[in-house]
T-cell receptor, first 108, second 112 residues
Framework: GQNIDQPTEMTATEGAIVQINCTYQ??????LFWYQQHAGEAPTFLSY????GLEEKGRFSSFLSRSKGYSYLLLKELQMKDSASYLC?????????FGTGTKLQVIP | SQTIHQWPATLVQPVGSPLSLECTVE??????LYWYRQAAGRGLQLLFY??????ISSEVPQNLSASRPQDRQFILSSKKLLLSDSGFYLC???????????FGPGTRLTVT
C-alpha cells in the first residue's frame, strides 16, 4: 500500500519562500509528482521527480530522496495566486496515489 | 494538442437515481484513463483506471462502475446513487511512455 504525509495547512508572506514537505511509503516506487489545485478546480501538473536531487522549473523546485521516502516542493517569490492546495503524489506500478494536500495561504 | 473534456460540470441527483458521467480525450491515442473522486476536504481517491478499450481496474469496491467503449472515452456509472457518492469527480489521462496525468475540469455531484 501507500502512505503519504504532508502538512495540512501553511501560511506564507507574499514575496517569501516556502517549502512544503512530503514523506511517503509506497510499494513499487516509480517517481513522485507534485500538483497544484486551486479551490474548486482540477489539479494541474507541477513537477515529476524520478531520480534523487533537485529539479528546478522557474519559481518552483522539487526535491526527491528515494532512500528517505522524502520530497519537498519549494516555491520562491510567492505571489497571491500561489494560494492553493499542493498535492504530493508518489507513483507506483501503473497508478498514482495522491496525498490529502497542503493548503497554502499567501498573505500580503 | 491534447484536451480532455468532462460533462456535465455540475449535477444534483436524488438518492437512488442513476448516474452517468462522461469523459473524452482528444489529440492522443491509446491513453491511460482514470476516474478519481474528491470528497469535501479530502484527498483524491482513485476509483478506476483503464489501460485500453474494455480494460477496467477497480480500486474501491462500491456502487460505481466504469466502462471504456472507445479508445478515448471513459464513462463512470451508477445504478443507484448514495448520499456518500457526493463529491468532485475528476477524469484524467496519461500518455503511453509519459508519466504525468492531466485532469479534466471535473464534475461536481451533489446527491440529495
Amino acid at each position: 500500500g501507500q502512505n503519504i504525509d504532508q502538512p495540512t495547512e501553511m501560511t506564507a508572506t507574499e514575496g517569501a519562500i516556502v517549502q512544503i514537505n512530503c514523506t511517503y511509503q509506497t510499494s513499487g516506487f516509480n517517481g513522485l509528482f507534485w500538483y497544484q489545485q486551486h479551490a474548486g478546480e482540477a489539479p494541474t501538473f507541477l513537477s515529476y521527480n524520478v531520480l534523487d536531487g533537485l529539479e528546478e522549473k522557474g519559481r518552483f523546485s522539487s526535491f526527491l530522496s528515494r532512500s528517505k521516502g522524502y520530497s519537498y516542493l519549494l516555491l520562491k517569490e510567492l505571489q497571491m495566486k500561489d494560494s492553493a492546495s499542493y498535492l504530493c503524489a508518489p507513483r507506483g506500478y501503473q497508478k498514482v496515489t495522491f496525498g490529502t494536500g497542503t493548503k497554502l495561504q499567501v498573505i500580503p | 494538442s491534447q484536451t480532455i473534456h468532462q460533462w456535465p460540470a455540475t449535477l444534483v441527483q436524488p438518492v437512488g437515481s442513476p448516474l452517468s458521467l462522461e469523459c473524452t480525450v482528444e489529440g492522443t491515442s491509446n491513453p491511460n484513463l482514470y476516474w478519481y473522486r474528491q470528497a469535501a476536504g479530502r484527498g483524491l481517491q482513485l476509483l478506476f483506471y483503464s489501460v485500453g478499450i474494455g480494460q477496467i481496474s477497480s480500486e474501491v469496491p462500491q456502487n460505481l462502475s466504469a466502462s471504456r467503449p472507445q479508445d478515448r472515452q471513459f464513462i463512470l456509472s451508477s445504478k443507484k446513487l448514495l448520499l456518500s457518492d457526493s463529491g468532485f469527480y475528476l477524469c484524467a489521462w496519461s500518455g503511453e511512455g509519459t508519466n504525468e496525468q492531466y485532469f479534466g475540469p471535473g464534475t461536481r455531484l451533489t446527491v440529495t
